[in-house]
């Protein structure tokens, strides 16, 4: 090609690409009626740089599942004042059968809680098909419990023969036979269906006729702490509640508390120093439950009985020392309580002094007149709503947290 064809050949290739760029500017500045370009594809991804975060489902963050907390106010929300206030409370009842009368009790009245004495239980095969039967027909699982210390309170001898009590088991100084001994009781309440353990006792004694000094570990916190700590620890490691009692302490009381009020004399060092402090070792090792019971502490509350003074449940007991979890009176049908109070009148108390479940409601009867009790207290602002869930939602935790109850997803 000569050199005149190669300049034509270049000067044509330029106006190929100079052309449509002058063409495109007039348009751009021929005034309106005109359409504008059609925006730019995005360019390729340049090796290196990061591209956009996808929008689609998959990229957004995954929800969390509720908390047991919220399940259990998701529960709440859509539950009856009857029924909580059913939760609230443990009865019990005659004989070995799931009776007319049991039956209104957790069907009708929607009780949370049942306890076992020694009428109610007659062989292996009769207490698992009675305790089978009474969860069959309950909306929400119940708290079934004994009191199974040992010694003289074994209410499982006709299954696993003798035990030794807590001052035998105290006096070998070995924490192992404790547990040991709460290990036996534990495999044998959860082939039962039986849930809970009315023990350790964690009274210290320091009178030589309380009325159960073969009940208590011994006469000293150390050894006390010791072994009902290490009783506790093996029921809940088994999978059944324990319950530490009889808060504050029964150690150096002279009557008995089925009987008449025990009045305790002791000075507040005195019960800081020695009754109340198994307590402070062992509410960290998360007892579900802690029983106050029927004695009168003037140095604590000189005008009610433990169980139903806000100084002591509320005050001492959850505040000072910090126990937040499920609060069970003695029994409120002791002469304790009953030769002043009647079981309305000390339900109304109880509740109002800081305590979640009420033991043991004899019968149907007086459950209704429990319930009609507690709702013209809570009309008259005596016990708040809000103060009534509180309890529940401790009582529906507990039993979340030993496997009974699985509430569904909200």
């Known amino acids: 090609?000569?050199?005149?064809?190669?300049?034509?050949?270049?000067?044509?290739?330029?106006?190929?690409?100079l052309l449509p760029l002058a063409l495109t500017g007039c348009i751009a500045s021929s005034g309106s009626g005109t359409q504008?370009?059609?925006?730019?594809?995005?360019?390729?991804?340049?090796?290196?740089?990061?591209?956009?975060?996808?929008?689609?489902?998959?990229?957004?963050?995954?929800?969390?599942?509720?908390?047991?907390?919220?399940?259990?106010?998701?529960?709440?929300?859509?539950?009856?004042?009857?029924?909580?206030l059913g939760q609230m409370l443990m009865v019990q009842f005659d004989g070995p059968d799931y009776s007319p009368e049991l039956a209104r009790m957790i069907e009708q009245q929607h009780v949370g809680a049942v306890i076992l004495y020694q009428q109610n239980i007659v062989t292996p095969d009769q207490v698992r098909s009675l305790i089978n039967t009474i969860q069959a027909h309950a909306a929400i699982p119940l708290l079934v419990a004994i009191d199974q210390e040992?010694?003289?309170?074994?209410r499982l001898q006709p299954f696993i023969g003798p035990q030794p009590s807590a001052a035998a088991i105290g006096a070998t100084g070995d924490p192992t036979v404790a547990a040991a001994t709460a290990t036996l009781a534990a495999q044998e309440m959860?082939?039962?269906?039986?849930?809970?353990?009315?023990?350790?006792?964690?009274?210290?004694?320091?009178?030589?006729?309380?009325?159960?000094?073969?009940?208590?570990?011994?006469?000293?916190?150390?050894?006390v702490t010791k072994m009902a700590g290490a009783f506790l620890q093996a029921l809940q490691a088994n999978g059944i509640i324990?319950?530490?009692?009889?808060?504050?302490?029964?150690?150096?009381?002279?009557?008995?508390?089925?009987?008449?009020?025990?009045?305790?004399?002791?000075?507040?060092?005195?019960?800081?120093a020695v009754d109340l402090a198994p307590y402070y070792q062992l509410i960290p090792h998360n007892p579900g439950l802690v029983m106050p019971t029927g004695v009168l502490v003037p140095a604590l509350d000189p005008h009610l009985p433990a169980s139903?003074?806000?100084?002591?449940?509320?005050?001492?007991?959850?505040?000072e020392i910090g126990y937040q979890g499920v609060?069970?009176?003695?029994?409120?049908?002791?002469?304790?309580?009953?030769?002043?109070?009647?079981?309305?009148?000390?339900?109304?108390?109880?509740?109002?002094?800081?305590d979640d479940i009420l033991e043991s409601?004899?019968?149907?009867?007086?459950?209704?007149?429990?319930?009609?009790?507690?709702?013209?207290?809570?009309?008259?602002?005596?016990?708040?709503?809000?103060?009534?869930?509180?309890?529940?939602?401790?009582?529906?935790?507990?039993?979340?947290?030993?496997?009974?109850?699985?509430?569904?997803?909200?």
């Open 361 to 410: 409601i004899p019968s149907s009867a007086d459950v209704a007149a429990i319930l009609s009790a507690l709702k013209a207290a809570i009309a008259r602002g005596t016990i708040t709503k809000p103060r009534i869930d509180q309890s529940v939602r401790r009582i529906l935790l507990l039993k979340m947290r030993f496997g009974l109850y699985h509430p569904a997803m909200p």
């Open 150 to 154: 040992g010694g003289t309170v074994n």
């Open 327 to 354: 609060i069970i009176t003695d029994s409120l049908t002791m002469g304790s309580i009953a030769q002043s109070y009647s079981l309305p009148q000390a339900a109304v108390l109880a509740v109002a002094a800081g």
């Open 242 to 272: 324990g319950c530490l009692k009889h808060f504050p302490g029964l150690g150096s009381i002279t009557v008995d508390p089925e009987k008449t009020l025990p009045i305790v004399t002791r000075s507040l060092g005195q019960l800081e």
């Open 1 to 17: 090609m000569s050199w005149k064809k190669s300049v034509l050949h270049c000067i044509w290739a330029v106006l190929q690409v």
């Open 190 to 223: 959860r082939a039962l269906g039986i849930n809970t353990d009315l023990a350790p006792v964690v009274d210290v004694q320091a009178a030589p006729n309380t009325g159960l000094p073969t009940r208590m570990f011994g006469s000293t916190p150390a050894v």
């Open 36 to 84: 504008p370009l059609p925006p730019r594809e995005p360019s390729p991804t340049v090796t290196g740089q990061q591209p956009m975060p996808d929008p689609s489902p998959s990229a957004l963050p995954t929800p969390q599942p509720p908390t047991p907390e919220q399940l259990i106010d998701a529960v709440i929300a859509h539950m009856t004042l009857d029924e909580e």
């Open 308 to 319: 139903l003074s806000p100084a002591i449940v509320t005050g001492l007991l959850r505040q």
